[in-house]
């Protein structure tokens, strides 16, 4: 790392020198404040979409092509020269104490001092992380103490020049309406309860107010995401048959419409009689009238079982709307997700990774476009969808739902995404997952592929439940894997061999087991492009390829 220090912080070492403390709760806020007020970049005058991101709307079939990865403008708030005041600003002992360990990290030259100072500013940053996160709700949060969280940086001196003006060119606001999230908005939708925080093993605890309001909103929170499940299931299905009987019903129309047709004769007085071929017409036309019965019968269940959820929601609402605003319930959320987050963090940069919490030029080396900034990784996501179509759906009732998972982005320097949730507890049909990326990995497609490939997995896991080792793509695999006699996690294997199947088997490069190809082309299918291009490539793809043929034909498939 450059041992030069910035102007900003020898300044503040100055002040540190004269004076025993920090002295950040009587920073001008005002003064701060104002210059975040007039930006366009976080402004609270300007107002976001409507939470499209929020929602789960079945009836897309991929992401929207991201045009633009970066802002032609600059965000003025990296050239702040009061930025690290600010970000500390009204933090208390919390910023006291990671100031006093980074200044002494900055200053430092004995390398074993540095490694102390290291992992002292490791829980340092988390507890200044627990200061600022529950503000994220708060519509005048500074624009610094956001960047804080989003990106890990401090103090914009640390990167160079260059690094800092592509961060300064990140679009800040969420215009993509995908579920991808930065920390800070992670948060904020968590304290203001436009989402439910992560599960975890532990029992959460809830928090009595003076009525047990806290309690009852929670419990209305979970009767509502189980009926979102019931709801958009039914109209779904409800869709499907509706058009599956408005087809049979255009047949239908056409045969009639063949079977009264009568071509005059003679003297064109008379019409003719029917014909053999209208004749076979009466059969078919007598069974679809059957199954047009059958599926109005499953319309009106169908229908009938949306109303009754719909009623169930509208009446849920209401009774949410009319609770009165619980902080102290949302602030618990927050704190409690924040320890949630650290371990994700933990667990994205492994036992022997570099754990520093700073965005520092120092360990920081990704391009532009292999840093995982939200319009990166969508487009990787869509790439990924468009080699494997599935790897976003769940199967229910023999549909295929396609629900993009929340992805949060963290801001450490690991190399491995990871699902932290396969789908929500009170809502397995349409809710969805959790997968959590790196943002500084050396390569963040790998990274996004081991995050989509632990979501592979325990989605098919949670399919097969007790049988998860027997049947479906987990147990197939796991029929390999025992019968090779591996040793260790079979999930880690998967994820290997997932990451070699996206990367090397898609352009027809054969890095896998034969039974292991077998499995995955099975149940994880290529695009009809790409199995098309394979099947030229190799005789292995090719009987691969015809396999699915002779399943199709056999109505096995």
């Known amino acids: 790392m450059n041992d030069q220090l910035s102007p900003e912080i020898e300044a503040l070492l100055a002040e540190t020198a004269k004076k025993p403390s920090f002295g950040l709760s009587k920073i001008d806020e005002d003064e701060n404040l104002g210059f975040q007020k007039e930006n366009s970049w976080g402004s609270p005058k300007i107002d976001e979409k ?85 503000k994220t709700v708060s519509l005048t949060i500074e624009e610094e103490k956001k960047m804080l969280l989003r990106f890990g940086l401090v103090l914009p001196s640390l990167l160079t020049n260059e690094q800092k003006d592509t961060f300064a060119r990140v679009f800040s606001k969420n215009n993509t309406g995908e579920p991808v999230y930065y920390v800070d908005e992670w948060f904020r939708d968590i304290g203001n309860g436009k989402m439910t925080p992560s599960a975890t093993d532990e029992v959460r605890p ?57 071509p005059s004769y003679g003297n064109d007085i008379h019409k003719g009689f029917l014909t053999e071929a209208q004749k076979k017409l009466v059969p078919s036309i007598g069974e679809d009238l059957k199954n047009l019965l059958k ?42 997700e924040i320890d949630t987050v650290r371990q994700m963090a933990k667990m994205t940069v492994g036992r022997q990774g570099n754990h520093f919490p700073l965005l520092t030029r120092e360990f920081f080396h990704c391009m532009p476009r292999q840093t995982g900034y939200r319009e990166n990784v969508i487009d990787l996501m869509a790439k990924i969808e468009s080699i494997d179509p599935g790897a976003f759906c769940r199967v229910h009732k023999n549909n295929q739902n ?5 992805v949060l982005l963290v801001p450490t320097y690991g190399d491995s995404g990871m699902c932290w949730e396969p789908f929500d507890r009170y809502n397995r049909v349409t809710s969805r997952g959790r997968i959590v990326v790196p943002m500084y990995p050396r390569n963040l497609e790998i990274a996004l592929l081991t995050a989509v490939a632990d979501l592979r997995w ?31 996690d079979v999930k880690e294997y998967f994820i290997n061999d997932y990451i070699l199947w996206m990367t090397k088997e898609s352009e027809g490069v054969q890095r896998l087991e034969k039974e292991v190809r077998g499995v995955f082309w099975r149940h994880m299918p290529f695009s009809q492009e790409i199995k098309e291009k394979l099947r030229t490539r190799s005789l292995v793809y090719q009987e691969l390829y015809q396999r699915d043929l002779n399943r199709a034909m056999s109505d096995g498939y």
Request: charged share 30%; glycine share 4%; proline share 3%.
């Open 402 to 406: 396609r629900i993009v998972p929340y």
């Open 458 to 488: 325990q989605v098919a896991k949670e399919k097969a439940s007790y049988y998860w080792m027997e049947e479906g793509l987990t147990g197939q695999y796991y029929q390999w894997f025992y019968t090779q006699k591996l040793k260790g």
């Open 50 to 134: 409507k939470d499209s991101h929020l929602e789960v709307d079945l009836s897309l079939t991929g992401f929207k092509p991201i045009t633009e990865f970066f802002s032609s403008d600059l965000n003025p708030v990296f050239s702040n020269p009061n930025y690290y005041k600010t970000a500390l600003a009204g933090e208390t002992e919390a910023a006291q104490r990671f100031h006093t360990v980074l200044s002494k990290y900055l200053t430092s030259k004995d390398p074993k001092d540095r490694s102390v100072f290291r992992q002292q500013l490791n829980t340092l940053y988390w507890e200044l992380v627990r200061s600022i996160a529950p």
């Open 206 to 262: 809830i928090k009595k107010g003076s009525g047990g309001g806290s309690a009852e909103a929670q419990r209305l929170r979970q009767l509502i995401a189980k009926n979102d499940g019931k709801l958009q299931t039914a109209e779904r299905m409800l869709t499907a048959r509706e058009r599956e009987r408005s087809m049979l019903e255009i047949e239908l129309k056409s045969k009639v419409d063949k079977f009264c047709e009568h």
């Open 295 to 336: 599926i109005d019968r499953e319309i009106q269940s169908y229908f009938e079982e949306y109303t009754d959820a719909k009623e169930v929601a509208e009446s849920l609402e209401v009774k949410i709307q009319a609770m009165p605003e619980d902080c102290e319930v949302n602030t618990s959320d927050i704190l409690q």
